[in-house]
């Protein structure tokens, strides 16, 4: 919204090239000496100029080019949300059962039973856990009974998802389940448009390998250095593996990853992008964050005692 007042002073931000890639508002002069706001992705600085992608209603939405010269001021905003970021916490993760296609489940009452082989060597806990971030809908008892048979059934730890602090996790504690003590993962979600904006805008031009299914992609950069892998669960873009050989970190390689995997994803309908991050892991945190995911929910695993 312009502001016909008096006509405003320009320098004033602490902007730059460092703001490409991120969210960010500019206060602009227009050539009347009024200024007006711009909320949107910073997709590229110049020597002269910024482009930013705006946010906002659709008649106000797309890239618009604006002077340096012009700048009032300006500083970097947090990532739009994506509109998933309404859905419950079991909607998000009923989800990741795609990423297994071996995977066998059983309801019990409103909880997931979930069973899965070895993936990538090991037993995930995504996909050998009862999935459990509402009430039962059958008695607590009944249910922690229900989930250490299944799982004895199958000589597996009883193990079961939660959210972390919820009214599920404090209810199963004096029934017999607590934490594992490592593990704790944060839910993030984006939107695949505005997140593909903003690794495009950053990521270096490095040589991909795709290897594709109609469902399911892996990506390998620069002979194996860097990998990641996106399954596809409906429109949803479930994003997993995104690792670096630790030789060749610091080097845009995971947000080439990203790139790829966003482009794919893109390509065949997906909107939102989910993938789950430890707690610890700091440096993919920011990663993430700066290119617009945000933390849905975050998930504990709870084992018997």
């Not at 919204?1 to 008096?6: G, L, Q």
């Not at 806990?125 to 989930?147: C, H, Q, T, Y």
């Not at 448009?193 to 805008?201: I, P």
């Amino acid at each position: 919204m312009s502001e016909k007042s008096e006509p405003q002073p320009v320098g004033q931000h602490s902007l730059g090239p460092h703001v490409v890639g991120q969210r960010i508002v500019v206060r602009h002069r227009l050539p009347d000496g009024s200024a007006t706001d711009v909320l949107g992705v910073c997709t590229s600085w110049g020597a002269d100029t910024l482009i930013v992608d705006r946010d906002g209603p659709t008649d106000k939405i797309g890239p618009v080019s604006i002077a340096l010269v012009d700048i009032v001021t300006g500083k970097p905003v947090p990532p739009r949300a994506s509109v998933r970021s309404r859905v419950e916490a079991h909607e998000v993760e009923e989800h990741i059962g795609a990423l297994w296609s071996t995977i066998s489940t059983e309801p019990l009452g409103d909880w997931l039973l979930r069973a899965s082989p070895p993936h990538g060597g090991r037993l995930r806990r995504r996909g050998n856990s009862a999935l459990a971030m509402r009430e039962p809908g059958i008695g607590w008892a009944d249910a922690a009974f229900g989930v250490r048979r299944f799982y004895d059934a199958l000589d597996q730890p009883p193990m079961l998802q939660v959210q972390r602090g919820s009214v599920v996790e404090k209810t199963l504690l004096p029934l017999g389940f607590g934490s594992t003590g490592d593990g704790d993962a944060h839910a993030q979600l984006a939107s695949v448009a505005r997140a593909l904006r903003s690794v495009r805008a950053v990521a270096p031009t490095v040589e991909a390998t795709l290897d594709e299914s109609p469902r399911e992609a892996t990506v390998s950069l620069a002979d194996g250095v860097a990998s990641g892998r996106g399954v596809l669960s409906g429109d949803w873009l479930l994003l997993e593996s995104v690792a670096v050989d630790p030789a060749h970190r610091r080097r845009g390689l995971a947000t080439a990853v990203l790139a790829e995997l966003l482009d794919w994803g893109a390509s065949l309908g997906a909107t939102t992008a989910l993938l789950h991050v430890e707690v610890v892991n700091t440096g993919a945190i920011a990663l993430y964050e700066r290119h617009g995911f945000t933390t849905h929910h975050t998930n504990r695993y709870l084992s018997a005692s």
